[in-house]
């Protein structure tokens, strides 16, 4: 079966990196997309990543490594609005999307 | 760009009512819409795929006699709930990708939030 891993729920502080791993098992792979969901709110749009390496978007990166079937999103310079959810998205070979269930991020003073 | 607009955003209603949600793409040409559901504390579950002018494509276990998914045009798709029940309470999302190639990312409604009596 297809299966999407990221933790449950992780806490940093204020100001501060934290990196939230995703691995993931799933019939073929066409891109792996990080989103970010605030509660009650649709998800947003953060990264998308096909190739190995790190995409940099201001404070937020990610990275992919296809032949370990895993990627982290790196969130620097923390704020307390990234208290959310972080959503970690593979596309198989169907182009369907594939979601995990999600790390709820809280951040503190 | 890539506005997505999903409406209403809230419904409280009674068992056995019919609900129709709407998901607009405001300012491009959705080629492919979907839509899902949102249980508490739960990861998104796609319910179907949808591309203009043809039938959605419903996943497992969901009932297209209840969902009822209509993509009449380029910017339009609907969501009716025929029949709700309280086990339908849930937050239905919409999003939509603006081109065919399945790299593109999706642009997601604001969701609406179902409550059946």
């Known amino acids: 079966g297809q299966n999407i891993d990221q933790p449950t729920e992780m806490t940093a502080t204020e100001g501060a990196i934290v990196q939230i791993n995703c691995t993931y098992q799933?019939?073929?792979?066409?891109?792996l997309f990080w989103y970010q969901q605030h509660a009650g709110e649709a998800p947003t749009f953060l990264s998308y990543?096909?190739l190995d390496g790190l995409e940099e978007k201001g404070r937020f990166s990610s990275f992919l490594s296809r032949s370990k079937g895993y990627s982290y999103l790196l969130l620097k310079e923390l704020q307390m609005k990234d208290s959310a959810s972080y959503l970690c998205?593979?596309?198989?070979?169907?182009?369907?999307?594939?979601w995990g269930a999600g790390t709820k991020l809280i951040i503190k003073p | 760009g890539a506005v997505v607009s999903q409406h209403p955003s809230w419904v409280i209603c009674k068992s056995g009512t019919s609900v129709k949600i709407e998901c607009r793409s405001l300012?491009?040409?959705?080629?492919?819409m979907f839509w899902y559901r949102q249980f508490p504390k739960q990861s998104l579950m796609l319910m179907a795929t949808?591309?203009?002018?043809?039938?959605?494509?419903?996943e497992q276990g969901v009932e297209k006699d209840k969902f009822l998914i209509n993509h009449a045009s380029l910017t339009l798709s609907t969501l009716t709930v025929t029949s709700a029940h309280p086990e339908d309470s849930s937050f239905y999302i919409c999003?939509?990708?603006?081109?065919?190639?399945?790299?593109?990312?999706?642009?997601f409604g604001d969701g609406t939030r179902l409550s059946i009596l």
């Open positions: 999003s939509a990708r603006d081109h065919p190639d399945g790299w593109r990312p999706q642009h």
């Open positions: 300012d491009f040409q959705a080629t492919t």
């Open positions: 799933t019939s073929g792979f066409n891109g």
């Open positions: 998205a593979v596309r198989d070979s169907n182009y369907q999307l594939i």
């Open positions: 990543n096909v």
């Open positions: 949808s591309n203009e002018g043809s039938k959605a494509t419903y």
